[in-house]
């Protein structure tokens, strides 16, 4: 346990992933409240927004306040507003998918006393521009229910979203070898499956397969085309290694910071390596439960999400503080961008709810002198529209 109190600004506690977060931040500190600060925005604005935040700092006088952010949420707390929590507590950004958004997210975090990522590149950019920097894995923070072996009656299994780049082709290669994969999830030949039958693939699954490339949209690699090359390992090998499970892992850089490839986790580089890799673990048993305990006794020393968090958090609150640092200019194409796109959700939102007049002054927004800003506008419109049209 963390002792201390914490603040949670949330960006969507409907959110399955932020809502099991905020349980789990509810077990990790001595006191602790999470603030749906989207959900409040969209109703009533920054104004009452930002009041229900002081009230909340008057009220519970948190030591840490956690703020995190996603892409449909960027213009709803200012970073100057961010940066003048630091004068009452500690404020920590607290980054999801910073492989994919660090470009934008850094000028919120240059308002933070410290930073919690995921993205390695993106941490060596905050120390050097000054601003503490802490590497952490987002797995389910919840430990399985069961975890009691089973008969190992699937060779090669993939759970996830098919969609997503090289993953299906991966897949195929393996197949057109005669190697046969059991994929679950979303694309999926069989679709996806509950959270108590995934534990139940894992378990049974002598290989569990996860992939690294990420997807990000368009509208981000139009502005920085190189995330499209930026890997990331996800929560599944740790998920995996929580349970004894072997996990074989597309190479990405990132892989190496957590575990140690042959050791704690199998690699392949391509499709004609994953073929390799698979043959050779599915004809060495031992050598793959071997890579299972060793990951287990791992993740039970130093990623278990209680042990990580608090040795993160702990760190956090007992080095000095810096609240004199200087901010430094916003001002990159994808960061108003970004604003823009926000702005479009809550322009939206406000018109679902009939109230024209909040819809009309959502457009009118720091940066909307932006050329970005308006593109960024106009495309969160479009592109939210377009989702409710597939859906009906």
């Given amino acids: 346990m963390v002792e201390g109190s914490a603040l949670w600004l949330a960006p969507g506690l409907d959110h399955p992933v932020y809502g099991r977060f905020a349980e789990f931040f509810g077990t990790l500190f001595r006191r602790f409240e999470a603030l749906d600060y989207r959900a409040a925005y969209l109703e009533q604005g920054h104004v009452a927004l930002e009041r229900r935040i002081v009230d909340a700092l008057d009220r519970s006088t948190p030591e840490l306040v956690i703020y995190s952010q996603f892409p449909n949420s960027y213009a709803y707390i200012r970073p100057e507003f961010l940066r003048g929590l630091r004068a009452r507590s500690t404020v920590v950004g607290l980054g999801f998918d910073d492989e994919i958004y660090f470009e934008q ?21 905050l120390r050097q521009a000054g601003i503490p920097a802490y590497l952490a894995q987002l797995q ?4 399985p229910a069961n975890v009691a072996p089973m008969t190992e009656d699937i060779p090669v299994s993939f759970v996830g979203d098919m ?5 299906r082709e991966f897949v195929q290669h393996l197949e057109s070898r005669g190697i046969a994969v059991a994929d679950f999830g979303a694309g999926s030949r069989r679709g996806r499956v509950s959270d108590a039958e995934v534990l139940d693939v894992f378990r049974r699954s002598k290989i569990n397969l996860n992939f690294t490339a990420t997807n990000p949209p368009q509208w981000i690699l139009r502005h920085d085309p190189l995330r499209a090359r930026f890997g990331q390992i996800k929560g599944r090998p740790f998920e995996l290694a929580a349970m004894s499970r072997f ?9 190496a910071h957590w575990f140690r490839p042959g050791i704690d986790i199998g690699v392949f580089h391509d499709p004609e390596d994953l073929e390799r890799q698979v043959r050779r673990y599915l004809g060495d048993d031992s050598l793959r439960r071997g890579a299972a305990a060793s990951a287990r006794e791992r993740h039970r020393v130093e990623f278990a999400p209680g042990i990580q968090f608090a040795r993160l958090f702990s760190g956090i609150l007992a080095a000095p503080k810096n609240s004199d640092r200087r901010m430094l200019a916003p001002g990159n194409a994808v960061f108003y961008e970004s604003m823009g796109r926000s702005r479009g959700v809550a322009f939206l939102h406000a018109l679902q709810r009939r ?5 009309l002054r959502e457009p009118f927004a720091p940066y909307s002198t932006r050329l970005g800003y308006w593109r960024g506008f106009a495309g969160a419109v479009m592109d939210t529209l377009a989702a409710r049209l597939r859906r009906a």
Avoid at 140 to 143: A, H, I, S, T, V
Avoid at 249 to 255: F, G, L
């Fill in 105 to 125: 997210a850094k000028f919120f975090y240059q308002a933070c006393s410290a930073v919690v990522t995921t993205d390695i590149a993106g941490a060596e950019w």
């Fill in 140 to 143: 389910q923070p919840q430990p």
């Fill in 163 to 167: 969609s997503k780049p090289g993953r």
């Fill in 247 to 255: 996990c074989l892992c597309e190479w990405t850089p990132c892989v």
């Fill in 355 to 359: 109230s024209p007049a909040r819809a």
